[in-house]
């Protein structure tokens, strides 16, 4: 049976931070001379997260006009607004 890996603070110190920097798993797998799925757990285990990619849109007015525009994410704003706009209808009061 393998033993357990045992994990300095510098191999954890340089998954944070070239996740952090947006590299890939295989990339610091290959830094670090281990399999890209043993860097994932181990990432995993210690919340290294890549930087969260800003989605860089067209303005409204262009991107309602475009037929052929891709399909937004859900809870984008734009599509977001046209739910929650307009306050809820009240019934009928006749």
């Known amino acids: 049976m393998p033993q357990a890996r045992q994990w300095t603070a510098i191999a954890d110190q340089t998954i944070c931070e070239m996740r952090a920097a947006g590299e890939t798993w295989s990339a610091i797998g290959r830094r670090l001379g281990l399999a890209r799925s043993t860097v994932i757990e181990r990432g995993r285990r210690l919340r290294a997260s890549a930087p969260v990619k800003s989605l860089m849109l067209p303005k409204r007015d262009?991107?309602?006009d475009d037929p052929n525009r891709p399909p937004l994410p859900a809870g984008h704003p734009l599509t977001w607004s046209l739910l929650t706009d307009e306050p809820f209808?009240?019934?009928?009061?006749a």
């Open 62 to 64: 262009d991107m309602l």
């Open 89 to 93: 209808p009240e019934g009928d009061e």
